[in-house]
């Protein structure tokens, strides 16, 4: 990464010009691991201008080249996913043997593609024509937590649309949106199609919401967060798509397999230390089977293995920083005021890691649902274990948050579970632990945002919806 710390704008590598510089700490070591400069209102303005310039031809360029596009990247994203993957694992501290943060990215990139190749980007409904169109130049934001996976979800669905966009990745992981940068670039991206600016979301992300010429804001992140795009966007009456926060419910049904929905629940909801909206941090079992499910879970956590990413034994390692680090030791605090009972964990470090910002892997049993740490994302890895009566019960407590983003069911039952399932209030439902599928449609209800990424519904965000009145019908439709 030779250009590190620079702008990428209309296919060069420039110096950003705005006066903050950040400072990129290695959340294993709490070592400083280089420092960079901020853009400045102006590098968004020249980015943004740069996308508009190129957003007429390539908005014309057929599918069949969109398509050879989105191949080349693949073929760059695998060459370069071990180069990826350890830049991910510097800067956000996600272990080495955590492979799905690179294949997350190369599959988001395959599903884009595969979803162009199948799309109708037009339509008879009636007597009309009904044309979907890019929507223009695009601003999209991404979180931290899943830096390669966030980029490539919303740059692929971009360039299968036909748009151009300027990309501000989050300042606490910028050398991961660098590198997959270069490697658009080596795939042939043409210059403006894809721009880079560096910032945090106050200065950089707040100028390209409020910028006249950008159509569309593609955010991931906070709630709060979310709600200040959505305030600095509504100037320029432009579309906003928001996946936001989470505090998934994880429904263990009397008939489900007790072992399997545990030791699932630990290692989805530990997974990349917990930081991920998706994440089970609830799991409800009837109450009858509650001290069971403890044991189990337990176990479990005992066999999570705390320490350096660089170790490939490492099954968990730091949060992202000290900013993280500190919020959720203060949840882990609250839940213990609250007199929630700690099964395991709890506040400070795991033995033997006096630095870096690692959590003890924490499970709390006895949680009401009005208790803070089972109303609010804590974002890291602590899991609130709540009893249930009766179904209507545990649909309620599950729906009973602010947040709507996933939800999990265990049971035998099949049918049973998709009757649960289709009573949960949040935009992903998963069966028995079933893998994602990066087909589907991703986005939430309520507070956890609004919008879909992924699949045909993630196209769609990117595209325009035109009516062609009394023309003339193509003719597979007579």
């Avoid at 001290?291 to 293995?305: C, H, I, T």
């Avoid at 500190?326 to 929630?340: K, T």
């Avoid at 545990?394 to 289709?422: C, H, M, Q, S, W």
């Avoid at 325009?464 to 193509?474: C, R, S, T, W, Y």
Wanted: charged share 20%; with cysteine; glycine share 10%.
């Amino acid at each position: 990464m030779n250009h590190f710390g620079k702008c990428y704008i209309d296919g060069r590598w420039v110096d950003p010009t705005g006066s903050q510089v950040f400072e990129l700490v290695n959340p294993a070591s709490e070592a400083v691991i280089t420092t960079f400069r901020a853009s400045s209102v102006d590098d968004v303005d020249a980015a943004v201008k740069a996308a508009r310039a190129a957003f007429g031809a390539f908005a014309d360029t057929s599918v069949a080249d969109r398509l050879a596009l989105l191949e080349r990247i693949v073929a760059r994203l695998q060459a370069r996913e071990a180069e990826v993957a350890g830049v991910i694992t510097r800067e956000l501290g996600a272990p080495c043997s955590n492979k799905g943060m690179t294949g997350a990215a190369i599959e988001g990139f395959k599903a884009a593609h595969a979803t162009l190749r199948d799309y109708r980007f037009e339509h008879v409904l009636g007597p009309n024509i009904v044309r979907r169109e890019p929507i223009g130049v695009c601003g999209l934001i991404t979180a931290w937590n899943w830096p390669a996976q966030l980029l490539a979800t919303k740059a692929a669905y971009a360039l299968a649309a036909g748009c151009t966009m300027v990309l501000k990745p989050s300042e606490f992981t910028p050398m991961t949106a660098h590198l997959v940068t270069e490697i658009l670039a080596e795939a042939g991206v043409p210059p403006g199609v894809f721009n880079l600016v560096h910032g945090d979301g106050p200065s950089v992300g707040n100028a390209i919401c409020r910028h006249p010429d950008v159509d569309l804001i593609s955010f991931t992140g906070s709630t709060r967060a979310g709600v200040l795009i959505t305030e600095a966007a509504a100037a320029t009456v432009k579309r906003v798509a928001l996946e936001l926060g989470g505090k998934s419910a994880n429904i263990v049904l009397p008939d489900a397999d007790l072992a399997a929905a545990a030791q699932w629940n630990v290692t989805r909801a530990f997974n990349n230390s917990g930081q991920s909206c998706h994440a089970p941090t609830r799991i409800l079992v009837h109450e009858s089977q509650a001290d069971a499910l403890l044991v189990l879970l337990a176990e479990a956590a005992g066999k999570v293995r705390v320490g350096d990413p660089e170790d490939p034994a490492t099954s968990m390692g730091p949060v992202v920083n000290k900013t993280q680090f500190e919020r959720v030791q203060r949840y882990i605090r609250i839940g213990i005021d609250e007199g929630a009972r700690l099964l395991c964990g709890g506040a400070g470090r795991p033995a033997g890691l006096a630095r870096g910002y690692y959590v003890r892997p924490t499970i709390f049993a006895d949680v009401k649902p009005s208790m803070a740490i089972a109303q609010e994302e804590i974002f890291g890895p602590v899991i609130a274990v709540l009893t249930y009566r009766t179904e209507d019960e545990a649909v309620e407590i599950a729906n009973g948050t602010p947040y709507g983003l996933g939800g999990y069911v265990f049971t035998r039952d099949p049918d049973k579970g998709a009757a649960i399932g289709r009573r949960m209030r949040a935009g992903r439902i998963f069966l028995n632990g079933a893998p994602s599928n990066p087909m589907a449609p991703m986005g939430g209800y309520k507070r956890s945002g609004n919008g879909r990424e992924m699949g045909p519904f993630g196209l769609e965000e990117y595209l325009e919806v035109k009516a062609m009145i009394g023309f003339p019908l193509p003719p597979s439709a007579h």
